[in-house]
């Protein structure tokens, strides 16, 4: 304030400029991003621009015969398929050495019968029919190739691409969508602060009368996240208090659908009863990080995955995917908004409880959400138990 009072009129006004200019350069980094996930979704090759050189990328689930040509035509050199490096080391059959096992990529120059459709959505799919290759050549991997991946990732695509380098003035001949590299790596942190109110209405739940949904959307126009109050969480903020918050997953099959496979759906319908029991109120957040953040359609090949053999954690991992994509940001930006700060964290997850306070919340304390096992998804209890380091009642 004081600042402010101090700033000759003329400064103040190039400051707001530059804010506002800063702000839209924001959202305009955000919005190419989303669009570009888009792109590779619907099978059209992208251009990602780093400081000195350009990738063109099309994702391997996707793409069709007119992408691939789209994309040699734009190529300024053979394309080459990118994959992260746990699922690079299943098609070589061989491990990937010195790679970094949740991130990077690992670049292969495949024979010329396999730069195709359906070639390709086999050797990104560890659900598919094996496709094992007998010459592959494992090249460094070009600049721009972790941006690429992380991409796919943000597209809940398999983390797989066709790639190869490019130029910005052949990504506008094909009017190809180019985007810079960086702003793809800074997207989910930049889309998490983004996020704002947009509209809220109180909805009486069964065995919880006082509940108001606020929805948040982000700057890129993406899927919204939802906040649930119930009671007075707001109150008891104010008076410095700390009310019970859920971080809560999306988790289309168990908390719609019932599935025995996790424990998602007693967590969520038992997190809004304890929050209505308890004079301090509470906040759960819904967010739209499916299957910790690989999107359903990975996570249904993760659980075909499960089905073969593999744990939650491997499965993840065979796919491209870390064991965990999510993004504490997003519940500490909603959090922040509806003025809760102070929070008594209902989980069993320690990573929760790190990950927030790395964003500014202050967890007072952990209330242990545990559900007993119910006969399918004992397994999957255990292995959150014995592998994420969840604290499970004894
Ligand atoms: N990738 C993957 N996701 C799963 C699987 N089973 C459940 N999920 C997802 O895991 C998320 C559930 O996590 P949460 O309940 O929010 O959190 P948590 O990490 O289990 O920690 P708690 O707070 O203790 O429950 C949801 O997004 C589910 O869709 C699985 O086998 N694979
Ligand atoms: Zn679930």
């Not at 780093?50 to 050199?77: F, H, K, P, S, W």
């Not at 019968?113 to 359906?118: N, T, V």
């Not at 590299?181 to 739940?205: C, H, I, Q, W």
């Not at 008076?239 to 759906?265: I, M, Q, Y």
């Amino acid at each position: 304030m004081e600042r402010h009072t101090m700033t000759p009129p003329g400064n103040l006004a190039t400051e707001a400029k530059n804010a506002a200019h800063d702000h839209e350069s924001g959202v305009h980094a955000l919005r190419s991003v989303h669009r570009a996930v888009a792109e590779l979704r619907r099978g059209t090759p992208v251009v990602l621009r780093g400081q000195d050189t350009c990738l063109v990328v099309a994702a391997a689930e996707t793409v069709g015969a007119r992408g691939l040509a789209e994309l040699a035509d734009a190529a300024l050199g053979p394309a080459l398929l990118l994959l992260a490096p746990v699922r690079a080391a299943a098609v070589l059959q061989r491990p990937v050495p010195h790679a970094a096992e949740d991130e990077g990529a690992v670049a292969l120059r495949l024979p010329a019968g396999l730069m195709a459709p359906a070639a390709l959505r086999s050797l990104a799919d560890p659900t598919a029919d094996r496709l094992i290759l007998d010459t592959p050549e494992r090249l460094a991997a070009p600049p721009l190739a972790q941006a690429a991946i992380a991409l796919a990732k943000l597209a809940r695509l398999l983390p797989a691409l066709v790639a190869a380098p490019a130029t910005e003035a052949a990504a506008a001949r094909l009017s190809l969508l180019s985007v810079p590299a960086a702003d793809v790596l800074a997207y989910p942190a930049g889309a998490a602060t983004s996020l704002a109110r947009v509209a809220e209405a109180r909805v009486p739940l069964l065995d919880v009368p006082e509940a108001r949904i606020i929805a948040f959307r982000a700057a890129d126009g993406g899927i919204e996240h939802l906040a649930i109050l119930v009671g007075d969480p707001e109150k008891t903020a104010r008076e410095g208090g700390a009310p019970l918050v859920r971080a809560h997953s999306e988790c289309f099959t168990g908390d719609l659908l019932g599935s025995l496979r996790c424990d998602c759906g007693p967590q969520l319908r038992g997190a809004l009863v304890r929050m209505a029991a308890d004079p301090a109120g509470g906040v759960l957040l819904y967010l739209a990080q499916e299957g910790r953040g690989i999107g359903l359609v990975n996570k249904l090949r993760a659980y075909t995955l499960q089905d073969a053999g593999l744990d939650t954690l491997d499965a993840n991992r065979a796919l491209g995917y870390g064991a965990d994509e999510r993004n504490f940001l997003v519940a500490a930006t909603m959090l922040r908004a509806v003025g809760v700060e102070r929070v008594r964290l209902l989980t069993n997850n320690p990573d929760k409880i790190n990950g927030l306070s790395a964003c500014g919340i202050e967890v007072q304390g952990r209330e242990a959400h545990a559900f007993d096992p119910n006969g399918v998804n004992d397994g999957y209890l255990r292995t959150k138990a014995e592998r994420f380091g969840h604290i499970l009642p004894q």
